[in-house]
């Protein structure tokens, strides 16, 4: 079992409807939380971040935890077509700072 | 403020060949990673610096690669030799290393091919 999991998509949604990106993982003491977009052949760049069960919104992003279903998603409103690219969970323990990530889901918003 | 800086950008090399790579991180974060991604991956740690200190490098395969972060900064990771499966992209990033939400800052990557 990998330690952090993502549907590999493509998750294909219309411009202006709601894209749904789930992740869970396996360390039930992991701590802190991340999302990260990554543009095709660029680098990963934080969208926000998430350590208390419950909804964290920043914009047109929402963050949801359940640390006893071991499970985040991500929520993005009002997808738009700049919002196409490779979505990256990663996930932290309470204790070192070793980030592991996901293998990504590939978003892909249609005008 | 500069982020993080990476070179070189692009590598394509013969494979037994030697590669290295150079990050200079985000000034004051202690904490620098390397990290490599293969194509339609997710990133994966290959080691971790606290300060001067390797304090993670389990994924490092060092029969070929090796690392070093001098003086607690810039860092250098040398593959050799290198081999077709090597080809991939070179993420250094950084980040404060504090206790909480620890956000790591990545550079644009070196992207290596290995013919």
């Known amino acids: 079992q990998k330690e952090v999991e993502q549907n590999s998509g493509p998750l294909s949604v219309p411009e202006g409807a709601i894209a749904s990106l789930n992740c869970t993982y396996s360390?039930?003491?992991?701590?802190?939380f991340f999302w990260y977009r990554q543009y095709s052949g660029k680098s990963p760049e934080l969208i926000m971040f998430?350590?208390?069960?419950g909804d964290k919104e920043d914009g047109r992003f929402t963050a949801q935890l359940n640390k006893a279903s071991q499970y985040v998603s991500l929520l993005i409103r009002d997808s738009q077509p700049s919002d196409s690219a490779t979505y990256l969970c990663?996930?932290?323990?309470?204790?070192?700072?070793?980030?592991?990530f996901g293998g990504g889901t590939r978003v892909l918003v249609k005008p | 403020e500069a982020g993080v800086v990476q070179s070189p950008r692009y590598k394509i090399i013969e494979k037994k060949q030697p590669v290295a790579f150079w990050c200079n991180p985000i000034?004051?974060?202690?904490?620098l990673y390397w990290y490599r991604q293969n194509l339609g991956q997710g990133p994966e740690l290959l080691i971790r610096?606290?300060?001067?200190?390797?304090?993670?490098d389990s994924q490092l395969p060092k029969d070929r690669f090796s690392a070093e972060r001098l003086k607690g900064v810039d860092s250098t990771l040398k593959i050799q030799p290198a081999e077709l499966g090597d080809s991939a992209v070179y993420l250094c990033?950084?980040?404060?290393?504090?206790?909480?939400?620890?956000?790591?800052?990545f550079g644009a990557g070196s992207r290596l091919t290995v013919l």
């Open positions: 990033a950084s980040s404060l290393g504090t206790t909480g939400a620890n956000v790591l800052t």
């Open positions: 360390d039930r003491g992991s701590q802190s």
């Open positions: 998430i350590y208390s069960n």
């Open positions: 990663a996930v932290m323990p309470a204790a070192g700072n070793k980030l592991t």
């Open positions: 000034s004051g974060h202690n904490t």
């Open positions: 610096y606290e300060n001067e200190e390797a304090v993670d």
